[in-house]
């Protein structure tokens, strides 16, 4: 399979649990993008790698989310301590990247979906 | 900070229309702008770019045209088919940082009858 990969694609815990999400990109595309999608809104930008450099993490609702992108590949993003304003499907994506101001379009999994009971 | 409006009502149109929809923002105009398509329980997939110094992209059966004065893009869906049923996202770079995230607007829901 070629395209991004996401697990799992539905995640049901309680409230006050930690959860891992998966999201594996696709081969040789350098940035990777994690979004959050609540029920009839748009996505919600939450954190994004590029090689090497420091991920901007300017979209992180709180300190309960954090997310790593080990050797430039897999990506997890971890929610400690879950809430029910949590639930909601998070979607990854990965692109090429080509220069400064990259024009690249993104490649979407097709998300974890996760409700906190 | 930039802000995107798409129509938030559904589109209805019958088979073999065009279908319009429309894609506005406020503040400053990118270089560049995507449109996804969405279906239920899936990923945004990307259908077109165009940049800020192209006045019209086409693809087959879609066009995309970018007006940086009205701060506006439209997409076009010629000879609409019931397939073309989905959520339309538009997408604007943000240079509000050092990266390349991408802005989304909530998208707008077009049903196509047959």
């Known amino acids: 399979g070629a395209g991004v990969s996401q697990s799992p694609s539905n995640k049901v815990t309680e409230k006050g649990k930690d959860v891992e999400l998966r999201c594996d990109p696709i081969s040789g595309h350098t940035a990777l993008y994690w979004y959050r999608q609540s029920l009839g809104q748009g996505l919600e930008f939450l954190i994004y790698?590029?090689?090497?450099?420091?991920?901007?993490k300017s979209g992180l609702p709180s300190d309960r989310f954090s997310a790593e992108r080990t050797g430039g590949s897999v990506s997890t993003l971890t929610i400690q301590r879950t809430q029910q304003e949590d639930s909601a499907v998070y979607l990854c994506a990965s692109s090429l990247v080509s220069g400064a101001g990259s024009n690249q379009p993104q490649h979407f999994g097709d998300g974890t979906r996760l409700s906190i009971l | 900070s930039q802000k995107i409006e798409q129509n938030s009502e559904a589109l209805n149109i019958q088979e073999g229309k065009t279908a319009t929809l429309t894609c506005n923002y406020t503040n400053y105009s990118p270089a560049y702008l995507q449109w996804y398509r969405q279906d239920p329980g899936r990923g945004p997939v990307f259908l077109l770019l165009i940049r800020e110094n192209e006045k019209e992209k086409r693809k087959e059966r879609l066009k995309v045209t970018f007006d940086t004065t009205l701060k506006q893009s439209l997409f076009h869906i010629t000879a609409s088919q019931p397939a073309d049923s989905a959520t339309y996202l538009c997408a604007l770079a943000d240079y509000g940082g050092a990266t390349n995230k991408l802005i989304f607007g909530t998208g707008t829901l077009l049903a196509v009858q047959p």
């Open positions: 790698f590029q090689g090497n450099s420091a991920p901007d």
